[in-house]
C-alpha cells in the first residue's frame, strides 16, 4: 500500500473511529456531572468529539452519536478510562486518562457510560488486569486498522480485545468495511448494540 493510500485509509478511519477528541482553544473546559463515584471496571466509556469530523460519523454510523470508546478501570484516584487515539500532539501510545478528563467538555459534545450484565468478578478482574497491561505497554494507535496484528491497535479494537481476554465478544461479530481497509473494521456502534450493554448515563454538553 502506497504512502498515498495508507494517508487516505488513516484519514478516514480517524473521522470514524478517534474524530472525537480536541475542540476549540477557547472553549471553557468543565466536566459533565455524571456520577462519577458510581462507574465501575468493566464499564465502557462513548464520546462524540466536537469536530465537523465526529457529527459526519454520527450521521453516517447509522445515527449512533459515538466516535470514540475506552474501557473503564477503579483505580486508587477513581474512575480512569484507558483506550488510545491517534494524535499529532501524543506519541500515539495507551493512554489512561481520568473519567473526568476523558468526558471534559472540550473533548466531548456528548457521551454515555454503558453497563455490560451479567459480569462475575472474575472476568471484571481479567478485564481490569488487561487493561492495566495494555496501559503499561508500548503499543500505539494501528492506522492500518487491522486485527491481525496484536502489536498496534485502534480504540475499538483496544476494547475488543480487552474484553475478550474475559471471553466475550462486544462487537459480536458486527463489523463495517470502509474502501482502501484490508479487512472490515469495528464502529463503536458495534459494541453499543449489544443487547447486554445498559445504559448508566448519558449527557448532551453545552456547547
Do not use: W
Not at 449512533?64 to 478510562?81: F, K, L, N
Not at 476523558?102 to 478485564?127: E, P, T, W
Amino acid at each position: 500500500m502506497s504512502i498515498l493510500i495508507r494517508n487516505s485509509v488513516a484519514a478516514a478511519l480517524a473521522f470514524v473511529l478517534s474524530a472525537g477528541c480536541g475542540g476549540p482553544a477557547e472553549r471553557s473546559v468543565t466536566a459533565p456531572d455524571i456520577p462519577y463515584d458510581s462507574l465501575q471496571t468493566a464499564d465502557l466509556a462513548f464520546r462524540l468529539g466536537r469536530s465537523v469530523e465526529s457529527e459526519m460519523i454520527a450521521s453516517y454510523d447509522e445515527g449512533m452519536r459515538y466516535s470514540h470508546v475506552g474501557v473503564v478501570i477503579r483505580c486508587d484516584s477513581g474512575a480512569a478510562v484507558v483506550h488510545i487515539e491517534p494524535s499529532p500532539m501524543t506519541d500515539e501510545r495507551v493512554r489512561c486518562d481520568s473519567a473526568e478528563d476523558f468526558f471534559r467538555s472540550d473533548r466531548a459534545a456528548a457521551g454515555a457510560v454503558m453497563r455490560l450484565s451479567g459480569l462475575n468478578d472474575i472476568q471484571k478482574a481479567a478485564i481490569r488486569d488487561y487493561a492495566l497491561r495494555l496501559r503499561d505497554s508500548q503499543i500505539v494507535f494501528d492506522h492500518d486498522y487491522s486485527m491481525a496484528d496484536s502489536t498496534r491497535m485502534y480504540c475499538t479494537e483496544l476494547v475488543e480485545r480487552t474484553f475478550a481476554a474475559a471471553g466475550i465478544s462486544l462487537s459480536q461479530d458486527r463489523r463495517h468495511r470502509f474502501p482502501l481497509t484490508r479487512e472490515p473494521v469495528i464502529l463503536p456502534s458495534d459494541m453499543a448494540r449489544n443487547a447486554s450493554l445498559s445504559t448508566i448515563t448519558a449527557f448532551t454538553a453545552k456547547k
